[in-house]
Nanobody, 118 residues
């Protein structure tokens, strides 16, 4: 059973930076996309950013220019570099890996807390 483990969360001041990592417990084939989602208390989980198998990326408008997603396919690892953090970025961040196909796997991490506060 594939497991995803996030790390790198914590408490930072506004304007600070964090780098999140998400590592899979084993090899995953046929990856369509890797991404990051976040969920603040009382709110729905939202897509922050994703990177597709061909390298195409997209970002939520709220994080464009501040966040960068990257990957290491050999390690089945996805990263999220977060710069110029704002209090509105406070949330639990979840990584996700989606495989090709209608019946492909959809894997989620357990989440890592990011808190931006002065």
């Amino acid at each position: 059973q594939v497991q995803l483990v996030e790390s790198g969360g914590g408490l930072v001041q506004p304007g600070g930076s964090l780098r999140l990592s998400c590592a899979a417990s084993g090899s995953i084939s046929g990856i369509y996309a890797m991404g990051w989602y976040r969920q603040a208390p009382g709110q729905q989980r939202e897509l922050v950013t994703r990177i597709r198998n061909d390298g195409l990326t997209n970002y939520a408008d709220s994080v464009k220019g501040r966040f960068t997603i990257s990957r290491d396919n050999a390690k089945n690892t996805v990263y999220l570099q977060m710069n110029d953090l704002k209090p509105e970025d406070t949330a639990v961040y979840y990584c996700n890996i989606l495989q090709f196909g209608f019946h492909g796997g959809d894997y989620w991490g357990q989440g890592t807390q990011v808190t931006v506060s002065s």
